[in-house]
Every structure is written in structure tokens, then in C-alpha cells.
């Protein structure tokens, strides 16, 4: 839909309870200390290891944590039995009563690894526990080369990071090339610093609406990759999500929720996807430690994914891994194998 400055305000009553209120809710308890993170991605078509154009450092908002009463990601470190992870499109979700989810890694977690030889990295992802990816950029590669590797390693694609102005520049080039290696979700992975203020983000939901009409046109679907900026609140009482939701339609734009995001942003994740699930297309599992601010593998730092997993495997959203640490081919199989041991009791 499209939406003017002045019938924001108005926009708000289609958000139900609001963004604004779930962050409210986890005021409680300890203050979280300024978070700051620094992407770089690899360019839209260069190396891996290279600055991405969306390259940004954020200093987000101090929120109040709140006081968990549950136990959280506390599962046995029995051996667990191979998951076969399913794409969405039907087959294998359900087999002999056990829900198939995909288990993904971004592949912006390796970007330090293998920056000369992308298609060795794309090799070795299976190793490190996952059967799926999700592209921050072509790294140079034609999109022959990327169904040829894809072929070869059974790979799915399970989404791709396009920055917003590659996006509108380049619309034709990137839905070709996503729609010949089997990519249907283009993910805008965050807003450029213009667009977040009220205004802005009223606009930038113009847009996404926009372009995600444009790619439904082509069989392909758009979502939005938020961070910690949308859960900022203006004066009228609402959030940058808060607007986003409301400023678009669920047909024609969807959303990749970071849960690491959502977590430093005070508001509590499952709580957040509970309330938000009719417009949640996939995930974002980042893991974040309270005490230091620390980026490390799931299942070391604070967000409950004891709770966010069942969510997932119920809606069958797609997982996606995203690791910003050192180290990081030891912590995405960490990860992997803690999300192992959480599926495996759920399941």
C-alpha cells in the first residue's frame, strides 16, 4: 500500500499490539550496555572478503533487559541423530511425524575465510553442518558457475542480502540472476541512514512495497532484515517496525527477523515472533551475550532460542545462522550442532 507523512499516524492501529509495546514489556531488569556492530559484507559482485556498499556501524539504543524465570537452552549434549533439513516447498517437511525445517547458513559469517576461493568455501559448508545458504552478494561469480556448485554440493539457496540501492538500480540484473541459480527471496538487509526517521521509514515502506510488488511479478518474493534502529521509539509512540508493519502489505513484503537484533533492542524475541508471525518469512539466529556485548556461537550468550526454535519448526521458516565473530568456522559448527541438540528434543 502506499502511505503519505500524514496518514502515518494512522497506520499504526494496523499493527495490533505494536512494536513499540513488546519493547516496554522487557524493560524489566538489568540495562543492556550500547551494543556496537560492524558489518562488512562482501560487495554485491566482488570478493567475499571486500567492504559491502551497506557497510555501517551502529551504535543502538540502551534498552533495559528483563528477568527470565525459565531454564533456556538447556538440552542434554547427547549425540544427536542427522537431521535432513527440507526446503519449504513441500517436500520432506513431514516425514514419520517429524517436521523438516531448513537450517541455513549466511554466508557473510565466513567472510574472512577462503576470500580468494569462493567456490571452496561453498564446498566445505556441508562440514559445518548446514545444507543450505544465504548469499550476501555473487562474489563475482556468474550465475552458471553458482548452479553448477549448487548442483555439485546439493546446496539450497534459501535467500540472498541485496542492498537496497543495488536493488532499485539494478533491479532487472538481480531478479535474472537470482531467479537462474533458484534463489526466490531477495532480502533487504537493512536501511541506508536517511531512512531512519519517521518519515523515513514511511518512505521506505513506499519503496519496499514497491519493489516486492515488482518481484512478485517475477515469481520472486522481497523481505526486510531489520536490526536494533527499527525498535527505536518516536514521539507518537511507535517504532520504525511499528511503521514498516503497518506501511506495507504482507502479500508483497515480508521480514527476515534478526532475533540477535530484537534481543539487544529490549524486546523479547519469541514474544516479538508470536505476535508478528503472519508477516515472518525466515530467521535470522544471531547470538549475543549480555555481560560483555560479546557476538558468540548459539548456545553461549543469552537469547532463548529454547523458545524461538518450536516457533520455527512450527511455521516451518527457514533458520538462517549469522555469525559476525572471529573464529568462525568453529562457531558455525557450534552453532549448528546446539541447534541440533534443541531440535532434536523439540522433535
Avoid: C
Wanted: hydrophobic share 40%.
Amino acid at each position: 500500500m502506499r502511505a503519505s507523512l500524514g496518514s502515518a499516524r494512522g497506520l499504526a492501529g494496523r499493527v495490533g499490539p505494536g512494536v513499540a509495546r513488546l519493547v516496554n514489556r522487557g524493560r524489566r531488569g538489568r540495562r543492556l550496555s550500547q551494543l556496537i556492530l560492524r558489518r562488512q559484507l562482501g560487495r554485491g559482485s566482488g570478493d567475499l572478503g571486500a567492504t559491502h556498499p551497506w557497510t555501517i556501524t551502529e551504535e543502538e539504543p540502551s534498552r533495559n533487559r528483563r528477568r527470565r524465570s525459565h531454564q533456556k537452552n538447556t538440552v542434554a549434549p547427547d549425540r544427536p541423530r542427522p537431521i535432513t533439513n527440507a526446503l519449504e516447498d513441500g517436500a520432506g517437511l513431514a516425514q514419520t511425524g517429524r517436521v523438516r525445517t531448513p537450517l541455513a547458513l549466511q554466508l557473510h559469517s565466513l567472510r574472512e575465510e577462503d576470500t580468494a576461493n569462493p567456490g571452496g568455501k561453498l564446498r566445505r559448508i556441508r562440514a559445518l553442518g548446514y545444507q543450505a545458504i544465504e548469499l550476501a552478494g555473487s562474489y563475482g561469480m556468474p550465475a552458471r558457475e553458482w548452479k553448477s556448485i549448487l548442483e555439485e554440493t546439493g546446496l539450497a539457496v534459501v535467500g540472498a542480502h541485496v542492498p537496497l540501492d543495488a536493488l532499485t538500480a539494478r533491479f532487472d540484473e538481480e531478479a535474472d540472476f537470482h531467479a537462474a541459480i533458484g534463489n526466490r527471496r531477495i532480502v533487504v538487509p537493512t536501511l541506508p541512514p536517511e531512512y531512519r526517521v519517521l518519515d523515513g521509514f514511511v518512505r521506505a515502506a513506499e519503496l519496499l512495497g514497491r519493489l516486492g510488488q515488482r518481484l512478485a511479478d517475477r515469481g520472486l518474493e522481497l523481505l526486510y532484515h531489520n536490526h536494533g534502529y527499527e525498535f527505536h521509539e518516536f514521539d507518537d509512540g511507535r517504532t520504525g517496525m511499528d511503521v514498516l508493519f503497518g506501511g506495507t502489505d504482507a502479500d508483497r513484503v515480508g521480514f527476515e527477523i534478526d532475533v540477535g537484533w530484537v534481543e539487544t533492542a529490549g524486546a523479547d524475541p519469541a514474544d516479538f515472533l508470536r505476535e508478528n508471525a503472519t508477516r515472518v518469512r525466515a530467521l535470522h539466529l544471531k547470538e549475543i551475550r549480555h555481560r560483555d556485548g560479546a557476538l558468540v556461537p548459539i548456545g553461549q550468550g543469552d537469547v532463548d532460542f529454547a523458545a524461538i526454535i518450536p516457533l520455527a519448526l512450527h511455521r516451518h521458516w527457514p533458520m538462517i545462522v549469522e555469525y559476525e565473530g572471529g573464529a568462525a568456522s568453529s562457531a558455525v559448527k557450534m552453532s549448528a550442532d546446539h541447534l541440533r541438540h534443541l531440535m532434536e528434543a523439540i522433535t
